[in-house]
């Protein structure tokens, strides 16, 4: 099974920073990453597929890149309703698999 | 619009049986395969199994052999069966489904149910 590591558990932040969150694969998975809000109480919230590409209706604040087994989100200009947990996935191959999820937190 | 939506018992006991009901509108169920992920409160999400557009199926082999995942198009429901329930199986179960029409490509969620917990308790 492919492993992705997010490897910061909580990473502090404040409104109108620009912070990283990033994901890395156990192997190769080409851009076959997608990344994922969810809040407390709520289902997950797609933000950005095949790496770099940004669902529909989300802000562009946000941004994907990476390929291969090195994947980063990077959120602009943080707003107070982005603090919330967020996943890495990938679909190269089955079984799919998800990061173990960031907490982004106010300082 | 797509919608989904998870309909379970709430509470299992250990070493029973569990049933969860996934009813979707929006879209067809002979176009679009629908997976089923499950969070342990406070943990990560873990991928369990998907049914194909054609009633064909993968499924996660660390639980292959206490899943089995149906449906039925004409209603458009899809159903999840888990056995021998222990209290680590006690998740929060999302259905959400593919990210395509085609099996191969697209195995990200857009559309996510709102989950059903499931608590293993005596």
């Known amino acids: 099974d492919i492993v992705m590591t997010q490897s910061q558990k909580f990473m502090s932040t404040s409104v109108g920073d620009r912070v990283s969150v990033t994901c890395k694969a156990s192997q190769n998975v080409g851009t076959n990453v997608a990344w994922y809000q969810q809040k407390p109480g709520q289902s997950p919230k797609a933000l950005i597929y095949s790496a770099s590409y940004r669902y529909s209706g989300v802000p562009d604040r946000f941004t994907g890149s990476g390929s291969g087994t090195d994947f980063t989100l990077t959120i602009s200009n943080v707003q107070s309703e982005d603090l919330a947990e967020y996943f890495c996935q990938q679909y190269n191959s089955y079984p799919l698999t998800f990061g173990a999820g960031t907490k982004l937190e106010l300082k | 619009q797509v919608q989904l939506k998870e309909s379970g018992p709430g509470l299992v006991a250990p070493s029973q049986s569990l049933s969860i009901t996934c009813t979707i509108s929006g879209f067809s169920l002979t176009s679009y395969g629908v997976h089923w992920v499950r969070q342990p409160p406070g943990k990560g999400l873990e991928w369990l199994v998907v049914?194909?557009?054609?009633?064909?199926?993968t499924y996660n082999s660390a639980l292959k052999s206490r899943l089995s995942i149906s449906k039925d198009n004409s209603k458009s429901q899809v159903f999840l069966k888990m056995n021998s329930l222990q209290t680590d199986d006690t998740a929060m179960y999302y259905c959400a489904r593919h990210g395509s029409t085609m099996i191969t490509t697209g195995a990200w969620f857009a559309y996510w149910g709102q989950g059903t917990l499931v608590t293993v308790s005596a």
């Open positions: 049914i194909w557009s054609d009633g064909s199926t």
